[in-house]
Each structure stands twice: as C-alpha cells, then as structure tokens.
C-alpha cells in the first residue's frame, strides 16, 4: 500500500498546484482502517476561494471562445487518463471511502465514460429554428455559457459525481470552482489532474479542499458564480439555495427517503434481492438507496422471513481485502448518526437484527456497523420518516397497492422508489401515482444511466434542472434569442 501519511496535496487555482494561505492540512482518514492516512489536504479560506472564484471569472472569455471541438478534445483526454490510471485511483477511492475495490474501480470507469458523453453530446447541443410570416427574416436561438459555475460534491460518489457535473459544464464553455468533500477530497483531487494533465487552461477549473463553513459562502454568494451545482443534504442544499444570488442558477440533488413496495403478487426471492441490493449497497450511504419497505400483510411474514436469512449472509469487511457485501460507514459522524437512529428504533419498533458497531478481529480501527431491519413500523416514526443513510431498514406492513402508494407518498422526499411487482396494471399505475423523480419497477432503488435525466422530486431537488442525460447540459446554458432580418 502506497504511504500517502506523509503526502501534502494542494489546492489547484489559476492553473497551478498552490497550498493555503492558513498554512493548515487535515488528514484524510481511511475508515476502515483509522490509522491509514490518505494524504493530507489544504485547510483553505474565504481568501482562497475567492482567489478561485478570481481565477474562474478570468479565464472565462477564453475558454468561452475557444472552439468546441478543442474543447472536447481535453475532455475526451481526461476521460482517458481516468482509464489508464483506474486500478490506482480505485485503491485510493476505496481508502479514503469505504465501498469495495471493485465498485471504486466501477466508478472511475463510470466517470471517464460521463466524461466521454459530454465531449460528444456537447457537440450537438444547440439552439432550434422558428418558423414565422416573413420570408425576410431568420428566427432562431442559440445557446450560450454562463460564466462561473461551482461544484459542490459529496464523498459517498466522489469521482463520478462531480464528474457528471464538472464534464457538461466545460464542454458548453463554463469555468468551474470545485470543491470536494472534505471527507473524501483525494477521488476530487484525481479528477481534476485528470483534466490538467489534458491539458485544460489555466484558470478553467480551480480546485480548492477545506471546511464548507470556511470557504461555502465565498464560492456561492460571490457576483461572479452564476449556477451552482450541489450534491448533499436537504439542510445544506437549501442554505446555499437561501444564500445564492437572486440570478444565481441552482441544481440540488438532495436527501431522500426511498421505498420499495412489495406487492402480494410479488416474487419474494426478487424481492428481498431487491432490499439488499437497494439498502445495503455502499453501506447504505447512497442518495437513492432502499430505506422503507412497505410489504402487503398478505406476505409480509414470508417475506421478512426471507429477508432476515439474507441479510443474516452478508459479509462485511474492508475493500481492500476483498468483495466484502458491506463495508464500513465513510465518517465517524456517520457511525454515531447510524448508531443513533439504530437506538431510537429500538424504542419506537421491533428490533430484528444488526445495527450493532463491530470492534472484533478486523473491525477495530474502522467504523463498521452490521446491516440492522426493523419491523412493526409506523408511518410516524422517525425510523420511517427522516433519511439515515446507513444500512437501517425499516419494514411497514400496508394493505394492498392503494394503501402502499397513500404511505410510500407521505414523506417530504422524492428521489427513488421502486416496486416488485408481476402484474402489469400496478407496475403502470405506479410510475404514475409514485411522487419521485426515479421509478424502478422491478429494479433496485439505486443506480441510473449516464444518458438518462437524473433528480428528485419535492425536498429531494430544486426541481428545477435534472442532472445526467442530455437535459444535464442545459442547467450550464443560456438561451439568446435572434430575430434577423436582410
């Protein structure tokens, strides 16, 4: 294992490796192992980001200018730097997060190929024609930057995330602040050399590690920053929302709440595979991820049944030592908030398994929890209403497809939901009466495609621009308007 303790990383602003003007690094933990130091990163303030923000604004007519196809040119580059180094930058992502070697592999891969669909797509993105009266005249639009973008990412995806963001916002001729988690800033730090060594211009992307209480209301609340894209909780995304300038564009992805409806008709084996795969994956700590299950009384018993002895297999362990099912929770505050929902539902349901903090032979230094369900929950409870993100899940039992939908609705989130089902008539019905951005019928509550529109409904987005797709390259473009005539 490469020795990143002793290893200072810096910000990137201007087009040069700078450190902080505090002088200050923190270290970037490895959670399964709290003794593994994945390098140390710069400290930085409202004077740095403001130089960030400086830098983006400057360099933003000459990137605007510069043609597009040179422009995907170097991300078609990046795309293939991320490819050649992925073996290297997956140990580093499983160090500093926690998921599994082979899902961080997935996940470099995953955004090289993002990075790719905007290189290509980007190139097509244009304005229409309109028909009118007067054959004298020419009406059409036609789609420009808008100037200073800031990315804001969290660390449970910290590559493929602001890499779906970052990549639609340099191919339409935007320059970009990006800052990482904290938590997770060395996947952050690879993506951005990933486009510096493609030979991105100075100035374009700036990249800048620190607390977000330092450095968040200089790279929001700035004249300069015209949208800002941000990925984390409802509390935070809507501060910046509240903060953000009145022209200030704004893209929240958020927290959500996700449910999965298991009908009487539904396969059970299906079924709970859908559970683990939606709830456990990742540890639980994916925006989309299984966290209510609302299961007919008709097979709520065979169901749970099957449930238990699943989750009863599942191994847990760290990444780097194998294709573990769960891996450890990605922060000490994750660990105590996980830990602390676990007691509160043992107060308010019943108690079924896990949710216990493992410390035995292998789980000592790492912040592992076992995968814990609940049942006998009700739609009041704070088990069945606020988001955990963690390997928590919680069983209500409904009466048939109508109730299923009255108490899968009744949240303020809606990111994902998902059903299993094998009638027909209820998987139709339900992608129409869910309210959430992603239906899955018969699929897993998590994971979308890179060339599909990605967000929430309700408290889980702005609801304003969809994220991933072709539709991610609007949020980063203006709309001009041009009457000609002679």
Not at 80 to 103: F, M, V
Not at 153 to 173: D, E, H, M, Q, V
Not at 337 to 365: C, I, M, S
Request: with cysteine.
């Amino acid at each position: 294992m490469d020795d990143l303790s002793q290893q200072t990383f810096l910000n990137h602003i201007g087009g040069s490796w700078v450190p902080s003007g505090t002088g200050k690094t923190a270290p970037n933990i490895n959670p399964a192992d709290t003794s593994d130091i994945v390098g140390r990163f710069q400290v930085s303030d409202a004077e740095d980001a403001r130089q960030a923000v400086a830098s983006a604004e400057a360099a933003f007519a000459g990137w605007r200018d510069t043609p597009i196809s040179k422009r995907a040119a170097i991300l078609f580059r990046a795309a293939q730097y991320l490819e050649d180094h992925a073996n290297d930058i997956a140990r580093e992502l499983t160090r500093e997060e926690g998921k599994s070697l082979n899902l961080a592999r997935d996940e470099v891969l995953r955004s090289a190929q993002t990075i790719r669909f905007y290189a290509v797509e980007g190139q097509s993105f244009t304005g229409e024609t309109y028909p009118n009266d007067d054959p004298d005249m020419v009406v059409y639009s036609q789609r420009e930057p808008l100037g200073v973008v800031t990315v804001i990412s969290p660390w449970n995806f910290p590559i493929s995330i602001p890499a779906r963001k970052i990549a639609p916002a340099l191919i339409t001729g935007n320059t970009v602040v990006f800052k990482p988690s904290s938590d997770a800033p060395m996947s952050g730090y690879r993506l951005t050399e990933a486009f510096v060594q493609a030979g991105l211009p100075a100035g374009v992307l700036n990249f800048l590690t620190g607390p977000a209480g330092a450095v968040g209301e200089a790279i929001t609340g700035a004249r300069a920053v015209r949208a800002i894209s941000f990925t984390g909780s409802t509390a935070a995304g809507e501060q910046i929302h509240r903060t953000a300038g009145l022209t200030t564009r704004t893209q929240m992805e958020l927290g959500g709440k996700n449910p999965l409806i298991v009908l009487a008709d539904a396969d059970l084996d299906r079924a709970v595979d859908l559970t683990v795969k939606g709830g456990f994956s990742l540890s639980g700590q994916a925006c989309t991820g299984t966290s209510r299950v609302l299961v007919d009384k008709r097979v709520r018993q065979a169901y749970t049944d099957k449930l238990l002895a699943r989750i009863k297999t599942l191994t847990i362990g760290n990444g780097l030592d194998g294709n573990f099912d769960l891996g450890p929770l990605a922060t000490a505050k994750q660990l105590d908030n996980v830990l602390g929902y676990v007691a509160v539902g043992k107060q308010e349901a019943t108690h079924l398994y896990g949710g216990d903090r493992l410390t035995g032979a292998g789980f000592e230094r790492g912040y592992y929890v076992s995968p814990a369900l609940f049942t006998d929950v009700t739609q009041q409870m704070r088990i069945a209403r606020e988001e955990i993100f963690g390997p928590v899940i919680a069983l209500i039992e409904v009466d048939g497809y109508e109730d299923a939908i009255a108490r899968a609705n009744d949240t303020e989130y809606g990111l994902s939901a998902a059903i299993a089902t094998t009638d027909a008539r209820y998987a139709h019905r339900f992608a129409r009466d869910i309210q959430a951005g992603t239906v899955k019928i018969n699929r897993t509550t998590t994971g979308n495609l890179i060339n599909a529109p990605f967000g929430g409904l309700k408290h889980s987005s702005t609801s304003t621009f969809r994220e991933s797709g072709r539709v991610g390259l609007e949020f980063y473009t203006q709309i001009k308007t041009v009457y000609r005539a002679g």
